[in-house]
Nanobody, 124 residues
Framework: VQLQASGGGLVQAGGSLRLSCAASGGSFRSYTMTWFRQAPGKEREFVAT????????YYTDSVKGRFTISRDIRENTVSLQMNSLKPEDTAVYYC??????????????????WGQGTQVTVSS
């Protein structure tokens, strides 16, 4: 499956952005869809996911209550609504598709399809 991420940009602290990831060329329903991010000099880290087996959403603690992940089966897209953005949210955001077991949903090595990344910059 091919993934195309979009929606990044520059926003002031407290603002909002909505990222989208369009999937093509595969069975979208069969994948767990996940957002990761990577800040300069840091490891790529898990942000949020929709797990394919139960359709539940899971978030890293630092974004709970601020970010919402959703998927549109008809449009083959997964979105990340980001509210109350903070400077520490600044990173390149990547969407990923895979079929990890639940215990591995936060592990970037469990995903084998990646989008190209979209830059999110939050100014203070």
């Amino acid at each position: 499956v091919q993934l195309q991420a979009s929606g990044g940009g520059l926003v002031q602290a407290g603002g909002s952005l909505r990222l989208s990831c369009a999937a093509s060329g595969g069975s979208f329903r069969s994948y767990t869809m996940t957002w990761f991010r990577q800040a300069p000099g840091k490891e790529r880290e898990f942000v949020a996911t929709i797990y394919r087996n139960n359709n539940n959403a899971y978030y890293t603690d630092s974004v709970k209550g601020r970010f919402t992940i959703s998927r549109d089966i008809r449009e083959n897209t997964v979105s990340l609504q980001m509210n109350s953005l903070k400077p520490e949210d600044t990173a390149v955001y990547y969407c990923a598709a895979g079929r990890p077991v639940l215990s591995s949903i936060t592990d970037k090595n469990a995903y084998y399809h990646w989008g190209q990344g979209t830059q999110v910059t939050v100014s203070s």
